[in-house]
């Protein structure tokens, strides 16, 4: 049996980082899915496929998959660097600024 731990990223519509901070150990499919000839729905018959656990850290999750005998590969997160400018948008709207405020 063979499983993935990772740090799950953002999601696409968001900038936002809800989500991120639990690790998830998932495992990895062991045979191809099948498309049903008549309905057209994807099927198999492996629900280990269906299962995801989340922990609150990596080595929770390691520890885990140590003690059921879960061959695991661990995915590191890249992390981005966070972008904050000083005197941003919030700036425009300060009591304090100097000048006017145009478009």
Known sequence: MRARIFQPSRTAMSSGTAKTNH???EFTPT???E???LMGWTSSSDTQAQVRLT???KEA???YARDH???VQIQTPHKRKP???P???GDNFATGRRGAWTH
């Open 31 to 33: 045979e191809a899915r």
């Open 83 to 85: 972008n904050v400018r």
């Open 35 to 37: 498309v049903d000839p």
């Open 69 to 71: 005998g879960i061959d």
């Open 87 to 89: 005197g941003g948008y």
């Open 55 to 57: 922990f609150e850290t």
């Open 23 to 25: 690790w998830l150990l």
């Open 61 to 63: 999750a390691v520890e």
